[in-house]
């Protein structure tokens, strides 16, 4: 039973390159790409299939992943209409914004989950939101579940209204962090330190500080207990962050982020 993706861009590629590095068979997987030397690349790279066609890819599996962006959805749900029709297939959308319900119209007979991965997953360190409806079987969750963490994390939400909360917090969470660690070199060269030693001493800092986190033996708020000496350096920066509304203002990112999801879905 082959593995269809439906767009050939850098997130298949993710997801291609983690399912044959996990064990699964290039000759089980196929891709459409309507670039001609994106279709070679594919091929090279990954051995598996290439086709220019929507419909010529989607024919050769039953489990179709939606890696399109969410302009271009209903125009690529009308052509695989009739197709989803006779194979009924399990339909993955990793398109941000775009609701089961609306894939569920154009497709009634497939099963469809949604998944929100974010960027690291390029690099093997991504996390990722799913959703599912109750006629997708645990058979069938189980097959999406091992798609993604081959990409990394895998986190299952019961409720699809949490989606675009899911969106906010991690699909664009990356942005957050690189932001972060922008403002912090600028403020390391405005204290004098060269670019460079600047770059090395905040990158490998976040580094350090989220391997610390996600080795779980402690909470992010002990971990920065820990670090933080009463009256000392670490303590000064974080009143001035606190005092600063750094909590509120994090929150109300989080929210407009919500928000701005649940808009592009209703449009």
């Not at 489990?63 to 209409?81: F, G, I, N, Y």
């Not at 989220?210 to 974080?238: F, I, K, Q, Y």
Request: a negative charge.
């Amino acid at each position: 039973m082959s593995t269809v993706f439906i767009g050939g861009g850098n997130m298949a590629r993710c997801l291609i390159g983690g399912l044959i590095s996990s064990g699964t068979p290039a000759t089980q997987i196929a891709v459409s790409e309507p670039f001609a030397n994106a279709r070679t690349a594919l091929e090279r790279d990954f051995g598996c299939r290439a086709f220019a066609s929507n419909t010529d890819a989607a024919a050769t599996g039953a489990t179709w992943v939606l890696a399109v962006k969410p302009q271009v959805m209903d125009s690529v749900l009308r052509e695989l209409a009739p197709l989803a029709g006779q194979s009924e297939p399990l339909v993955i959308s990793i398109a941000a914004g775009v609701t089961r319900g609306r894939i569920q119209a154009a497709l009634p007979q497939a099963r469809v989950v949604r998944a929100m991965p974010n960027t690291p997953a390029l690099i093997g360190a991504g996390v990722t939101g799913l959703n599912a409806g109750d006629d997708v079987s645990l058979l069938e969750r189980e097959r999406t579940t091992a798609l993604f963490a081959s990409a990394g994390a895998v986190a299952w939400v019961d409720d699809e209204a949490l989606m675009d909360a899911v969106t906010a917090v991690s699909g664009s969470g990356p942005a957050y962090f690189f932001l972060l660690m922008e403002a912090m070199i600028d403020a390391a060269i405005a204290q004098g330190l060269p670019a460079d030693v600047a770059g090395t001493l905040v990158l490998n800092t976040a580094l350090g500080a989220a391997r610390m986190a996600h080795n779980g033996e402690a909470s992010p708020a002990l971990l920065r207990e820990r670090v933080t000496s009463p009256g000392g350096t670490t303590a000064a920066a974080l009143k001035t962050f606190l005092d600063g509304g750094f909590a509120a203002l994090t929150a109300s990112a989080i929210e407009a982020a919500t928000r701005r999801g649940r808009e592009l879905a209703g449009g």
